[in-house]
């Protein structure tokens, strides 16, 4: 079965630092990976997502992710973060199936906390 | 606006009580899912429907009971065999095919005293 770990529950950091959230998943075939951020007491909105092609994908508010098969990671970045991206961030993923409805299994999710 | 709007935002039931959320889209999307969202857990999937008047069990469907008979709406009932209800519960919609985003609504906080 698959499933999704999200290896830090929280990340604690300073305003226009870098930051890494870490996402790795298990799965025997192919798979599409999403991020999606969650702000209080709000619905999740996505970040972006890997189909296929480039393995560095940008989405939107300056995050990027790399996908890397071999390790089956796909870590969120950001170069320089601000206080408004203090959030929840979940990783996704849902099997390629052709036909298939998009199934999404979610990691636990990573609080990320930006400070002055 | 297209989107996904969820009622009430905040929910407070006695316990034995059942209780329906929600929710409406006006994306014309056929595929809609509820999720239950606890804190340290992720998201859930208790329902999902591809399509009007069909819908399929998730992953904790125990004490839920859901209905698509129009393709904007996909309410949920929390009912009382549901153990332990008190939760954030988010709908979703998307496009059919698995590489389609879900778009999500802003969630009902559901409390039973």
């Known amino acids: 079965a698959q499933s999704v770990t999200q290896l830090d529950s929280q990340v604690p950091v300073f305003e226009e630092a870098p930051v890494e959230l870490r996402c790795n998943y298990s799965?025997?075939?192919?798979?599409?990976l999403f991020w999606y951020v969650q702000y209080p007491n709000q619905g999740l909105q996505l970040l972006l997502k890997?189909?296929?092609?480039?393995?560095l994908v940008k989405g939107i508010n300056g995050f990027e992710a790399e996908f890397n098969k071999s390790q089956t990671s796909f870590h969120l970045r950001k170069p320089s973060v601000h206080i408004s991206d203090t959030a929840e961030y979940f990783c996704?993923?849902?099997?390629?199936?052709?036909?298939?409805?998009?199934?999404?299994?979610f990691g636990a999710g990573t609080r990320l906390a930006v400070h002055p | 606006d297209g989107g996904i709007t969820q009622s009430p935002k905040y929910l407070f039931r006695k316990e034995g009580q059942n209780v329906t959320l929600s929710c409406e889209q006006n994306?014309?999307?056929?595929?809609m899912y509820w999720y239950r969202q606890d804190p340290g857990q992720g998201l859930r999937l208790i329902y999902y429907?591809?399509?009007?008047?069909?819908?399929q069990k998730g992953d904790i469907a125990e004490g839920y009971s859901v209905s698509r008979e129009k393709k904007e709406s996909f309410p949920l009932t929390v009912t009382s065999a549901q153990k332990n209800p008190t939760a954030f519960y988010l709908c979703?919609?998307?496009?059919?095919?698995?590489?389609?985003?879900?778009?999500f609504g802003p969630g009902t906080r559901l409390t039973v005293l």
């Open positions: 994306l014309n999307h056929d595929a």
């Open positions: 996704a993923v849902t099997l390629k199936e052709d036909g298939g409805y998009n199934k999404l299994i």
């Open positions: 979703a919609s998307s496009i059919a095919g698995a590489y389609n985003e879900q778009f």
């Open positions: 429907s591809q399509i009007v008047n069909d819908f």
């Open positions: 799965s025997s075939v192919s798979v599409y």
């Open positions: 890997y189909l296929s092609g480039s393995t």
